[in-house]
T-cell receptor, first 112, second 112 residues
């Protein structure tokens, strides 16, 4: 099946700093999403971004499908940005079936 | 409000006692799926359903059953739970398999 690798696995930032999280995937994908899992365990949709660039406030994401990677940018980080960021890719796996595969996440800690 | 709901949110049970975790969505989505999340392993897909009466195995289906008799509901059944099924479970739905995935709040299951 498709492999999804996220880097870095852990990241500590001072409040106000910027960061870039990376997601590499091993094969062609039909969709890609970024999620934030907050300290209470909830998974929050950040971006649905099979290709191109999107922005939402201090966050933006870029997917270059032909080169099999996606980047999540966090600017002017805040303590509420802490948590785990997941990349998930969707692909057809033969016979018309479909699967969503998650990376193992980047754990972000923003300190005051 | 458009949402995915799961019940119960927390459950402690004993080995071998059958249980069902319910999942319901009010967005008329065709695609629904179940995931489990374990430390160090990220989120892994258990089962998914492309539509009513259409279900398929994900990456870790052993020990689980599902059914999709109605579009809005997708229950997860553990016929004989074991301690290795202690995990955080998420249900998700999407307009289609390729569409943006929306996750429920999670069910924390402990099997003793």
């Amino acid at each position: 099946g498709i492999q999804v690798e996220q880097s870095p696995p852990d990241l500590i930032l001072q409040e106000g700093a910027n960061s870039t999280l990376r997601c590499n995937f091993s094969d062609s994908v039909n969709n890609l999403q970024w999620f934030h899992q907050n300290p209470w365990g909830q998974l929050i949709n950040l971006f649905y971004i099979p290709s191109g660039t999107k922005q939402n406030g201090r966050l933006s994401a870029t997917t270059v499908a032909t080169e099999r990677y996606s980047l999540l940018y966090i600017s002017s980080s805040q303590t509420t940005d802490s948590g785990v960021y997941f990349c998930a890719v969707g692909s057809y796996s033969g016979a018309g079936s479909y699967q969503l595969t998650f990376g193992k996440g980047t754990k972000l800690s923003v300190i005051p | 409000e458009a949402q995915v709901t799961q019940n119960p949110r927390y459950l402690i049970t004993v080995t071998g006692k059958k249980l069902t975790v319910t999942c319901s969505q009010n967005m008329n989505h065709e695609y629904m799926s179940w995931y489990r999340q374990d430390p160090g392993l990220g989120l892994r897909q258990i089962y998914y359903s492309m539509n009513v009466e259409v279900t398929d195995k994900g990456d870790v289906p052993e020990g689980y059953k599902v059914s999709r008799k109605e579009k809005r509901n997708f229950p997860l059944i553990l016929e004989s739970p074991s301690p290795n099924q202690t995990s955080l479970y998420f249900c998700a739905s999407s307009p289609t398999g390729l569409g943006e995935q929306y996750f429920g709040p999670g069910t924390r299951l402990t099997v003793t």
